[in-house]
């Protein structure tokens, strides 16, 4: 790595390492975060403040996603969550109908990757 | 340098912390919120020399932190950089807004996000230095000659006014992402140069100031942001579509020059009119951080100022 020792590089390596498996292993939790906001969108009462959550979650995966070696789990994410501001943004009833199959391909990825461990 | 870094995502921290300190920067503290990073800042025995902030945060967002650290005395000029997963245009404008002087994008690239806090550390090297020298000094200090009137004046509190080094952050930022096609234009004040010549620096500084507030609000609606480059020129930049034309804010903008409850100067009494160059725009063929429409704006305005050499070479014929 640039501006660095060779000792220096291989210590960062392994703390980046480390933070990777650290998010591997953190996926079955937001797995359920998101299952458990996916059945409030289908609440009318409670669609939008889980859109709305699904949206932060997908934010932050998106953040992290790409430095832990998943872009195409950052990309869904990040898509998702464009769609989301999209979506709040329009009339209401919202249509989530979308924000759905966004999430599920979200979750398959997700998925696949704790099945990859 | 000592360092804040900001996020509420755990692992994004413990990124930050383990490439900062692999790259040397050990003195590195986190925070998970805003409140918590006040809360640091507060509690810190010594002041931080950096801070580095996630825009998007529940709770105080980045934004809000960053007009907070603003208020206090100690950190006017520390170097703010912004981390943004750069999704929402409105967030990073918003957080350059209110004081932020650079940012680096998530998913963070190791050479970028170095190279961003490099320069972060240099310029407060340079700033303590300066102060250092200021405070062991006073004397010499006080008999400092005023700057030349190409020299830009730091204008504080005006919304949308931001210095030149984060001006141009913040346009590379946009480029870089493709937000939407920009433009730039410039606009000259030529009695200026007779406030500056009749006046003390303070003075000066003031009228600059309230200069910026009249174009401040003749471009509200543009959400554009503008930089005072010294000379009496400053440059304007934001969505080219939303930009105003020379001839469509001209009258306006002078007859605003001219209220005395707008634009006042003690030391010298003069009215004052605009010159105003067309917007240039970035071209279809120059790479993505490349920053020369900005010159061709100010090249614009000596266009159309048909001053004869007066001013010339863009941008960098008024930088410090």
Redesign the interface.
């Known amino acids: ?4 020792d060779a000792d ?2 291989a ?2 390596q392994a ?2 390492a480390r ?1 990777r498996e ?2 591997i292993s ?1 996926l079955d939790e937001r797995i359920e975060e998101f299952c458990a906001l996916s059945e409030r969108l289908e609440d009318p009462a409670t669609e939008e403040s889980a859109c709305l959550e699904i949206r ?1 979650q997908a ?2 995966l ?7 070696g998943q ?1 195409r789990m ?1 990309a869904l994410a ?1 898509q998702l ?2 769609h989301i ?1 999209t979506v709040v943004a329009g009339p209401r009833p919202l249509n989530t109908d979308f924000v759905d199959e966004l999430l599920n391909a979200l979750l398959d990825e997700m998925e696949q990757n704790v099945d990859g461990v | 340098m000592k360092i804040l870094a900001v996020d509420d995502d755990e692992l994004i921290r413990e990124i930050l912390s383990a490439t900062l300190e692999a790259h040397g920067y050990k003195d590195v503290t986190l925070a998970e919120s805003g409140e918590d990073a006040l809360q640091k800042i507060q509690a810190s025995p010594t002041p931080f020399d950096g801070f580095m902030f996630d825009i998007q945060m529940p709770g105080m967002d980045g934004t809000e932190l960053c007009q907070h650290v603003r208020q206090m005395e100690h950190y006017k000029n520390s170097p703010v950089i912004m981390i943004t997963a750069m999704n929402n245009k409105e967030y990073v404008d918003r957080a350059f807004m209110a004081g932020a002087t650079d940012y680096v994008t998530k998913p963070f690239d190791t050479t970028e996000l170095m190279t961003r806090i490099r320069l972060a550390d240099r310029l407060q090297s340079e700033a303590q230095k300066a102060a250092a020298a200021q405070a062991a000094a006073p004397a010499a200090a006080a008999q400092v000659p005023k700057p030349a009137f190409k020299e830009p004046v730091t204008v504080k509190e005006v919304r949308g006014v931001v210095k030149s080094a984060a001006l141009d952050n913040y346009v590379m930022l946009m480029l870089e992402q493709k937000q939407f096609a920009m433009g730039a234009f410039a606009i000259r004040v030529p009695e200026l140069a007779t406030v500056h010549a009749g006046s003390s620096t303070e003075e000066f500084t003031y009228v600059v100031t309230d200069v910026a507030e009249v174009i401040s609000d003749t471009l509200v609606g543009a959400q554009a942001f503008l930089s005072y480059l010294g000379g009496g020129v400053f440059v304007c930049v934001g969505a080219k579509n939303k930009l105003p034309s020379a001839d469509s804010m001209h009258d306006e903008f002078v007859m605003m020059l001219n209220d005395p409850d707008l634009v006042y100067c003690e030391d010298v009494a003069t009215g004052f009119s605009a010159q105003i160059g067309e917007v240039a725009a970035p071209k279809l063929f120059e790479k993505r951080g490349d920053l020369r429409f900005l010159d061709r704006a100010v090249e614009k305005l000596n266009e159309a100022a048909n001053s004869g050499g007066r001013a010339s070479g863009g941008r960098s014929a008024f930088a410090a």
């Not at chain 1, 790595?1 to 660095?4: D, F, H, L, T, W």
């Not at chain 1, 998106?62 to 832990?68: K, L």
């Open positions: 790595m640039q501006g660095m220096k590089a210590v960062l703390g980046l933070i650290r998010f953190s932060a934010h932050k998106h953040g992290i996603c790409g430095s832990v872009p950052g990040a969550e464009q501001d």
